[in-house]
């Protein structure tokens, strides 16, 4: 049987008739900007995540974007951001007209190395030519940054930390979710995240009052105590997605249980064979992906295609290595573990709606290669 990388049907059967009467009831007040779904859906992320502070946008590309705005980042500042990462972390630096300075990232988490941002920052701050403004981490497959190490970085040059959490949201740590850490966080509602909606959506988390407010205010055109007081942008959460993810909320913590059962399976079953993923100590990822490393990724892949199990080859080319960033700058010494997972990682099924026989099936797949 082929299994699905992602099982949108099986979901929503879960979560009928409850998701069409939501849908229903957003058609039938008709508030489809700023409806009432959107504010309950922000008091409920706040809650959750454990911050003061919640802003619902259009996507987590804006989240990332406004939340460099509202630090004043610019023309003539550096960002610091890890290459190995969905284009969008860095195209939000590009976008405020900043400059992205590429970070490798550790070989075992997949996150930024501290390390590297530190030699990144020393020659940049040795040139004088950018000014260092952010670090902008990212969650990569679920499991968070080291932010002890790189919040003592970035105060030491002055330095906001901003988080790309598009990919961790409920993931938990002996600190908190995450979302809470660094000055701000932006995530994304993609259909493939953890919490995904039926399309677009974002949102930014904060317990800066500051970064609140202004933030706020530019997602919505600038718009603050009925005057427009920033050049803002057109970045409203509708009230559809809003309802569709309040209920995918209601279940979330049960999917959780699920997607980290999955993991324990797939760990126990495929160490040895394959690299697997290991979450610090006291961590417990969402597993919004369930990421492998092999030196034959596309022969593995190849395999996996014939006994049913999709696979997705994520970053294969990193955000440094395209087009668009030809002649970006890069940390010192290169991106080495960069190029590592660029040329190894495969992302398998892991959504919570498997059954303990496509578990299986994954896992025998991967056993059974022998490239």
Same mark, same amino acid.
């Given at each position: 049987?082929?299994?699905?990388?992602?099982?949108?049907?099986?979901?929503?059967?879960?979560?009928?008739?409850?998701?069409?009467?939501?849908?229903?009831?957003?058609?039938?007040?008709?508030?489809?900007?700023?409806?009432?779904?959107?504010?309950?859906?922000?008091?409920?992320?706040?809650?959750?995540?454990?911050?003061?502070?919640?802003?619902?946008?259009?996507?987590?590309?804006?989240?990332?974007?406004?939340?460099?705005?509202?630090?004043?980042?610019?023309?003539?500042?550096?960002?610091?951001?890890?290459?190995?990462?969905?284009?969008?972390?860095?195209?939000?630096?590009?976008?405020?007209?900043?400059?992205?300075?590429?970070?490798?990232?550790?070989?075992?988490?997949?996150?930024?190395?501290?390390?590297?941002?530190?030699?990144?920052?020393?020659?940049?701050?040795?040139?004088?030519?950018?000014?260092?403004?952010?670090?902008?981490?990212?969650?990569?497959?679920?499991?968070?940054?080291? %932010?002890?190490?790189?919040?003592?970085?970035?105060?030491?040059?002055?330095?906001?930390?901003?988080?790309?959490?598009?990919?961790?949201?409920?993931?938990?740590?002996?600190?908190?979710?995450?979302?809470?850490?660094?000055?701000?966080?932006?995530?994304?509602?993609?259909?493939?995240?953890?919490?995904?909606?039926?399309?677009?959506?974002?949102?930014?988390?904060?317990?800066?009052?500051? +970064?609140?407010?202004?933030?706020?205010?530019?997602?919505?055109?600038?718009?603050?105590?009925?005057?427009?007081?920033?050049?803002?942008?057109?970045?409203?959460?509708?009230?559809?997605?809003?309802? +569709?993810?309040?209920?995918?909320?209601?279940?979330?913590?049960?999917?959780?249980?699920?997607?980290?059962?999955?993991?324990?399976?797939?760990?126990?079953?495929?160490?040895?064979?394959?690299?697997?993923?290991?979450?610090?100590?006291?961590?417990?990822?969402?597993?919004?992906? %369930?990421?492998?490393?092999?030196?034959?990724?596309?022969?593995?892949?190849?395999?996996?295609?014939?006994?049913?199990?999709?696979?997705?080859?994520?970053?294969?080319?990193?955000?440094?290595?395209?087009?668009?960033?030809?002649?970006?700058?890069?940390?010192?010494?290169?991106?080495?573990?960069?190029?590592?997972?660029?040329?190894?990682?495969?992302?398998?099924?892991?959504?919570?709606?498997?059954?303990?026989?496509?578990?299986?099936?994954?896992?025998?797949?991967?056993?059974?290669?022998?490239?």
């Amino acid at each position: 049987m082929t299994i699905k990388m992602l099982d949108i049907e099986r979901q929503r059967a879960a979560m009928e008739p409850g998701l069409t009467e939501s849908v229903l009831a957003v058609l039938d007040h008709g508030r489809f900007i700023n409806g009432p779904e959107v504010a309950e859906l922000e008091e409920q992320l706040r809650e959750y995540v454990g911050v003061e502070h919640v802003i619902a946008c259009a996507n987590g590309t804006d989240a990332l974007q406004i939340l460099m705005r509202t630090i004043g980042a610019g023309a003539g500042d550096a960002v610091f951001v890890p290459s190995l990462t969905y284009y969008a972390t860095a195209e939000a630096v590009s976008l405020i007209g900043a400059t992205p300075v590429f970070v490798d990232v550790d070989l075992e988490t997949g996150c930024m190395s501290p390390a590297s941002l530190t030699a990144a920052v020393d020659e940049i701050v040795a040139e004088g030519k950018l000014t260092p403004r952010a670090v902008a981490p990212v969650d990569l497959f679920s499991i968070p940054a080291d %932010y002890t190490a790189l919040r003592a970085i970035a105060d030491k040059h002055g330095m906001k930390v901003l988080i790309d959490a598009a990919q961790s949201f409920g993931t938990e740590t002996p600190s908190g979710r995450a979302g809470r850490f660094g000055d701000a966080a932006g995530t994304s509602f993609y259909p493939s995240k953890s919490l995904g909606g039926y399309g677009d959506g974002g949102a930014m988390f904060t317990n800066d009052p500051e +970064i609140a407010k202004a933030a706020r205010a530019m997602a919505n055109h600038g718009v603050y105590a009925g005057q427009h007081h920033y050049i803002g942008t057109n970045s409203r959460l509708d009230s559809l997605q809003a309802a +569709i993810l309040l209920c995918k909320l209601a279940v979330f913590d049960d999917e959780l249980v699920k997607r980290r059962s999955i993991a324990e399976r797939y760990a126990a079953g495929m160490d040895g064979h394959v690299a697997v993923p290991v979450a610090p100590e006291g961590v417990a990822p969402c597993w919004a992906y %369930y990421v492998i490393r092999s030196a034959n990724r596309d022969a593995l892949a190849s395999h996996l295609e014939l006994n049913g199990v999709p696979s997705v080859p994520y970053y294969k080319q990193a955000v440094h290595a395209q087009p668009a960033y030809d002649g970006a700058r890069i940390a010192p010494g290169g991106l080495p573990n960069t190029d590592i997972f660029s040329a190894e990682l495969l992302c398998l099924p892991s959504h919570p709606y498997m059954t303990d026989d496509e578990v299986a099936q994954v896992i025998e797949a991967v056993r059974s290669f022998n490239g």
